[in-house]
């Protein structure tokens, strides 16, 4: 059962971090995560995550999961919000301190929050302008910076 859960974490990974098309892409990403599975077992699991395909906007289709488009929704509302009010992020370790416009830390530290990064153990907003972001042990500024960057290119230098 452990395995199990493990896969299906790993599976909602997968289909967040990558343009999945098919089970096959799924299944060679799987094992290259350590998992050997069936197609018959990888389609299952889909069923059970109530997995979904939609339109890429071209000529295929991929996989996405319950909610992703009002997910992707909700974090284009976070990243507004982000650029809104961050004013400039600095680091030391894996401690980052991002300074906001002020009266604007809660709504930063909400949307670190919520662009759900896998490093971040979590964020502490200041009283005006000021927010605290702790990293995962092992996790530097410049990783930080770089996922963020992922999600949100507009970010600057």
């Not at 059962?1 to 096959?24: D, F, G, H, P, V």
């Not at 889909?46 to 909610?67: A, E, F, M, Q």
Request: charged share 30%; hydrophobic share 35%.
């Amino acid at each position: 059962m452990k395995e199990r859960l493990a896969r299906l974490k790993a599976i909602r990974k997968l289909i967040k971090t990558y343009r999945i098309e098919s089970q096959e892409i799924l299944l060679g990403h799987l094992q290259k995560e350590g998992f050997m599975v069936t197609q018959a077992t990888l389609s299952r699991d889909l069923k059970l995550l109530k997995v979904g395909k939609i339109s890429d906007g071209h000529n295929g289709y991929v996989y996405t999961l319950p909610g992703e488009d009002d997910r992707q929704e909700h974090e284009r509302t976070y990243v507004h919000d982000f650029l809104r009010g961050y004013v400039s992020i600095d680091w030391s370790g894996n401690m980052v301190v991002i300074r906001t416009y002020s009266g604007h830390s809660d709504s930063v530290a909400l949307a670190v929050d919520n662009l759900a990064l896998d490093d971040v153990l979590g964020t502490i907003a200041g009283r005006d302008n000021t927010v605290f972001v702790c990293l995962r042990e092992g996790i530097t500024g410049e990783d930080f910076m770089a996922q963020m960057r992922e999600k949100i290119p507009e970010l600057e230098d």
